[in-house]
C-alpha cells in the first residue's frame, strides 16, 4: 500500500504548498497510518463509512 499511496500523492507536495489535500478512498488503518505519517489529516473512505446520497 504505501507504493501506491506514495506513487499518486508526492510527499513533498505536503509541505510545498498550501492547498488542503484530501487522500481518497482509505479503506484500512494501514492506509490512515502511512498517510498520517505523511502529514494528511483529510480523508475519505470506506474506512469512515458507506458512501451516502446527497440530500
Known amino acids: 500500500m504505501t507504493q501506491s499511496v506514495t506513487g499518486c500523492i508526492p510527499t ?10 484530501i487522500a481518497e ?16 489529516y ?3 473512505g470506506q474506512l469512515f463509512g458507506e458512501p451516502k446520497p446527497w440530500k
Open 12 to 21: 513533498q507536495s505536503v509541505g510545498t504548498i498550501y492547498l488542503p489535500l
Open 25 to 40: 478512498r482509505v479503506e484500512t488503518e494501514g492506509e490512515l497510518s502511512v498517510i498520517r505519517e505523511m502529514g494528511l
Open 42 to 44: 483529510g480523508v475519505q
